[in-house]
Every structure is written in C-alpha cells, then in structure tokens.
C-alpha cells in the first residue's frame, strides 16, 4: 500500500466491505473471486501517484485523498432530481442513472426492436447480466470491477439497424453531500448491426464528486457504431472512465468524446483492432474550466492487416487549466498494410495554461503508413488582426477563431441533434 | 479626410517610416510606388492599426479625429478598409460567416440598423456581382485553397460589404493574371465615388493603368521623396527606380 494514498485505500476498502456484506453468501462464486482479487490488487499497488507515468500529469489519487477521506454512503437524494438543462431535446433511448443508483422515473423507451437492454441495479444482476472480464491495466479499471454495483447491458441483435440513439446518462446529484459512484456498462454491437450510443456525464450540485464508469463494447464485423461521449461535470467534479472498443473485421468506430469542466476528468479510451478491414475514427474536444484538468489517454492497438484510423483530439487551455494528451498507436507485426493518422492540436490562451502532449507510435509492421503529431500554439496574431481589421472586436474575433478550431471535432458527431446541442455547449463555454 | 504628418514607425527597434507626409481628400486616388523594402506595406499596416509595429512619432489624422489612437476594429468601423497582399487563411471560418458579424459591428458603430439575414443576403448578392465572385466561394473557408486572383477578389467584396471612407489596397495586384486584375481593378473603379478615396501601394505601374491615380508619391527609405500626377507612374516603369536612389542618395550625401 503506498504511503500517500492509504486513507483513501481504506474509504474504498470499506466500500468493497459493505458490497460484499449485502451480497447475502454469493461472495464465493467465481465472479465475486474475480472481483476480489481486482481489488486485492488494488490494494498491493496503491493507487497511481504522479510517479507513474501514466498518471503523471493527472494527480487523480491525491485529489480523492484530498476530497473523499472522510467519505461514508452516497446521501439520500431527493425523488424529484431532474434530467439535467444540458440535455432537452435528445431523443431514443434513455438510460438514466442517478449517483449510480438507476432511476427508472428519468429513463424511458427501455424498448427498442432489435435492441435488448438489461438493467442492473445490484452487484449480483451485474455479475449475472456481464460476465466479468479481466480488467485493464489501469488501476482505476480494477476498482470499477471490484466495486461496480450498477450499470447496463445492451445487445443490438445481428443485422439490426438502430435509427433511435441509445443514451446513458450519468447525473451525480451532490447537493446533499459528496458522492462516489462507480458503473459498468457492456454493449454488444451484432455483427451487420448499426447503433448510435450516447453517454453524457453531468453533475448538480456544489459537493464534490468521484465517478469511476467503464465501458465494454465489442463491435461486431460489418457493424457501425457511431459512440459519443459528452463530458459536463462539474467544478468539483472527479470522474475517470475506462472505455474498452474490441472491433472485428469489417467494422466501422466513430466515437467522438467531448469534455467541457471538471476539477478532475480522465478518459482511457482503448481500441484493440481485432479484425482485418476495420475503419476507427476517434475524435475528442477538450477545453478544462479555469481551473480544470482534463485528460485523454488513447490507445488504438491495430492487430490485424488492411484497416484505417484517424485520430485528431483538439484542445483549447485558458487560466490555469491542464490539458492532457497520451495517444498511443501500436501496429503489431501482423498489421500490414494498416493506415494509422493520428494528430492531437493546443491553444494555450495564457501563459499560466499547459498542455502536456505526448503521441506515441510504436510499430512492428514494415508495410505500413502512419503519421502522427501535435501541435500546440496560441491563437493565431494574424487570423485575428485580419478579422478586427473588418471591424470585428478582439474578444468576437477570438470566439469567432476558437469555434472554428473547435467545431472541426463537433463536426465529426454525425446525428443531427446531438450535433447542434454539443455545437451550443460549445458556445456558452466560449462565453463564459 | 486623411491628413499624415511627419509619421515615424519602426519594428523590433528598426526604423521604417522615417517622416512620411501625406494628404488624401475625399473623391481622391493616390498611389504610393517603390522599391522592395521602401516600407509601403509598413505604411498600411500602420494605418490599419497592426500592433507589431511601433509608432516613433508624428500624426495621422482621419476625418479630424486621431487614427493613431483607435483600435484595429475601430479604425475599420470608422472607415478604414485594408485590402490584405497576402490575405490570411482562416480554415472553419467562411466569409459569410464572419462578414455578417464584421457588417453589422461597423454598421451599429456608425449608427445604422443591424441587417438582419435576409436583408444581408440581399447586400451580399448585390455586391458578388461587383467582382463577380460566386456564392459557393463565400461558404468555404476563408481563403483556403483560393486561387490568387479569388483571394484578392474577396478582398475587394469585402470592401464593397463593408462601404469604407478610404480604402488601402496594399499591392492587390501582386500575383494577379491580367483577366483577374481587370476584375479587380473594375470592382474597385465602380466602389470609387466622390465622398470616398483610395490609396493604391503597388511595385509595378501597370494597376494604375487600371485604376488611374490623381497623385502618384515614391517611397524610399521610409519616406515620400517624389510626388507627381500619373506621368511620374509611367517615367518609373520607363526608368525603374534607380534613378530615385541616386537622386535622393545624392541630396542626403
């Protein structure tokens, strides 16, 4: 156990403690031993401190000793929580979670054909409805798996073509007290099938937060999946989310990830390119409030031969934000002829911002074409002479700038409604 | 309408204008000829207001008031339009997008109504067919990917949206072909009328045989060393600029 961490190692440890005292004698099936010793592990490695690499940047683990020490239970919230203003007008399905816990008043259209979406709202239904996997490298991966008492699982049947999205949202209510939740989500895209998934995380309240949510998604071959997630947490906001992609041959990933605030928000977003002939785009905004940090950690691991992808996270730093970018590329020797462009784009609007950028390519193939980059600057002097020169006010001209640099990502996000809603997000962040 | 005195300015500590004099009256067509490097881009950029050059001394004055004072934005609103010799790319911003926003700051400014969108389509349909510049063009990116002669184009459209006292066309032929700088020049000719004036900066003549000046004035050295009407135009593409130099490197010697 490591020595800067160990009070929020023991909150955790009486979390896990109180799962497992509600889960009435099942705590020996195979699942629960999984889970067991994903949080044993946990344990032995502490979580990351600014001296793991990955972590270096993102002091997460000091922010939770900080803020959730003195952590107990979630607080009983009241029944009228609302869907937050963020997010009228949204259509298809709505999968509502409230500090965790679902909340069937907010959800609707649970019903879709061709889609089969199972809730669950215990530790058991979970384990029951997804088999537990393996978790990921990532500590806070582990910890999902070993303290996960909700989440969803949703199978789009072979050949189903899903023209209603499918949306998850994650409200953290901390009106009445701080909370901490963690869920875990599956989906299966069928093989021939199409679907459009959605996860918003969004937070009321002025109490500190820690969302740890995960995702497990295999696309199917011949499937398109076209997956978005928009990030509205926030000051006082914690969240990590761990989203794992398995894409078999044929398949399409668009998956745009948009984050606005936050205190705290890490993202690992990891692609295994399982099969020959996938296409992933992946595409992510970032712009950290005053005092935000926000980080995106991505990995596309292509496997096998003849596929594409195409990355660009684009991020705008002012005050004192932190920006984040690890995107990792790897081509295994097996992955001939795969096309990987990969390119991550800053503007610092202070001095006092950074952005901490690293892509990174590593590749075994010798048939291959790949680039990647970043480049990081502040706004462009002559962009904005040229357009105060046509009588356009500093501060317009510079909205005018940073919209169109960040729109190049929102443009991505192919549903037209949700396109226009993160398109007025993006505007009320440039204002304020 | 513009009145310049004895204007010194210099970037990163090295003197460009040296004491510049000049006059512009409403209804007026200047040029400013000379060599590379005399400093005719320095005097535009002055006078639109570019923040990398510092002002040493001296005064400009635009319709009485102090132009040296004004912002970028404001020195456009109050009737300031420079034509750009290399107009920058701004990729997700097109021309429609901006000149809504950039007609209707100036127009509040000058105390006319906001065009609302018809009404600004309206304008904007009337002044394409000034430089015959097609729609399409106006919705992609400014300037990205636009051939030279587009560029100057819409340069010359967004003077026309814009409706200047005085316009600064800063070497708006370099680049052009003799078909594109005839739609250019044209457009410019049919904006010109007697409440407005222009200041045309170029290296070669052959613009002004388009666009005919009243004056002619040689920049060298950061200053105006030789004033005339548009003879003193054909005697420089005669002569070339040498025989300015020896002149006034004989006087100062």
């Known amino acids: 156990m ?22 009435n004698g099942t705590t020996n099936s195979e699942a629960h031993l999984v889970r067991k010793s994903a949080f044993e592990a946990v344990k032995t490695n502490g979580l990351p401190s600014r001296k793991n690499e990955e972590y ?9 000793e900080q803020e959730f020490a003195d952590f107990t239970v979630n607080p009983e919230i009241d029944a009228e929580t609302t869907c937050p203003k963020q997010l009228p007008d949204l259509s298809g399905s709505f999968i509502v979670f409230v500090n965790g816990v679902f909340n069937n008043e907010l959800s609707h259209k649970l019903k879709q054909i061709g889609v089969k979406i199972t809730i669950s709202t215990s530790q058991q239904e979970l384990m029951k409805n997804s088999p537990v996997s393996e978790p990921s490298a990532d500590v806070f991966s582990g910890l999902n798996l070993a303290l996960a008492s909700s989440g969803s699982k949703i199978i789009i049947e072979k050949g189903a073509v899903i023209e209603n999205p499918i949306n998850i949202i994650h409200i953290s209510n901390t009106e009445k007290g701080k909370v901490m939740t963690t869920s875990r989500h599956e989906v299966i895209l069928g093989e021939n099938a199409q679907a459009m998934i959605t996860e918003v995380f969004v937070s009321t309240g002025g109490n500190a937060s820690f969302t740890n949510s995960a995702m497990e998604v295999s696309v199917g071959s011949h499937g398109i999946l076209n997956h978005y997630k928009v990030g509205l947490d926030n000051d006082s906001d914690l969240r990590i989310d761990n989203s794992c992609f398995t894409q078999h041959s044929n398949s399409v990933l668009n998956t745009v990830n948009v984050n606005f605030g936050g205190k705290l928000v890490r993202n690992n977003l990891n692609i295994a390119l399982e099969g020959e002939y996938c296409e992933t785009n992946l595409d992510g905004l970032y712009i950290p409030t005053a005092e935000g940090n926000i980080d995106n950690h991505t990995v596309v691991d292509h496997k096998m031969p003849n596929s594409n992808s195409n990355e660009l996270y684009k991020g705008i730093m002012g005050d004192h934000a932190t920006g984040v970018f690890n995107g990792k590329v790897f081509v295994r020797a097996d992955a001939q002829k795969t096309n990987a462009f990969h390119s991550n784009k800053n503007i610092l609007l202070a001095d006092t911002a950074t952005i901490n950028t690293k892509p990174q390519l590593e590749i075994w193939a010798d048939d291959v074409k790949c680039t990647h980059g970043c480049t990081t600057g502040q706004m462009d002097k002559e962009q904005l002479f040229y357009l105060r020169t046509r009588g356009i006010d500093k501060e317009s001209a510079q ?3 940073l919209k169109a640099f960040a729109e190049e990502v929102i443009e991505k996000i192919k549903d037209d409604t949700l396109r226009a809603r993160v398109s007025a997000i993006l505007d009320d962040n440039l204002n304020r | 309408m513009l009145k310049i005195e004895n204007l010194k300015a210099s970037v990163d500590g090295t003197p460009i204008l040296n004491g510049i004099n000049l006059e512009v009256r409403p209804g007026e067509v200047h040029a400013i000829m000379g060599p590379n490097g005399s400093g005719k881009s320095t005097l535009a950029a002055v006078l639109a207001g570019r923040e990398e050059y510092d002002v040493d001394g001296g005064s400009v004055l635009f319709q009485g008031n102090s132009l040296l004072d004004l912002s970028p934005e404001d020195r456009a609103r109050s009737g300031i339009f420079l034509a750009f010799q290399y107009p920058v790319e701004i990729p997700g911003v097109s021309t429609t997008n901006f000149l809504k926003a950039a007609v209707n700051q100036v127009r509040s400014y000058r105390g006319l109504e906001e065009l609302d969108a ?5 304008e904007m349909k009337e002044k394409m067919k000034i430089v015959d510049i097609d729609q399409s063009l106006l919705r992609r990116s400014l300037n990205e990917g636009f051939s030279g002669g587009e560029k100057k184009r819409n340069e010359i459209f967004q003077m026309a949206m814009l409706e200047p006292k005085l316009a600064i066309l800063d070497e708006t032929d370099s680049g052009l072909d003799i078909d594109a700088l005839r739609i250019v020049a044209n457009g410019v000719n ?16 052959r613009l002004l ?8 004035h040689v920049l060298y050295k950061g200053r105006l060393v030789k004033s005339g009407g548009k003879e003193l135009a054909m005697e420089l593409e005669e002569r070339g600029y040498d025989w300015i130099k020896d002149e006034e490197n004989h006087i100062t010697a």
């Open chain 1, 399 to 401: 909205k005018l700038l």
């Open chain 2, 190 to 205: 049919i904006l010109k009328s007697e409440e407005n004036a222009t200041i045309v900066i170029t290296h070669y003549q």
């Open chain 1, 56 to 64: 270096r940047y993102t002091p997460l683990a000091k922010q939770l």
């Open chain 2, 118 to 122: 018809v009404n600004f389509l309206k």
């Open chain 2, 209 to 216: 045989d388009y666009i005919v000046p009243d004056f002619v």
């Open chain 1, 2 to 23: 490591s020595e800067q961490n160990s009070t929020i190692l023991n909150v955790l440890q009486q979390q896990f403690a109180d799962l497992e005292a509600k889960m």
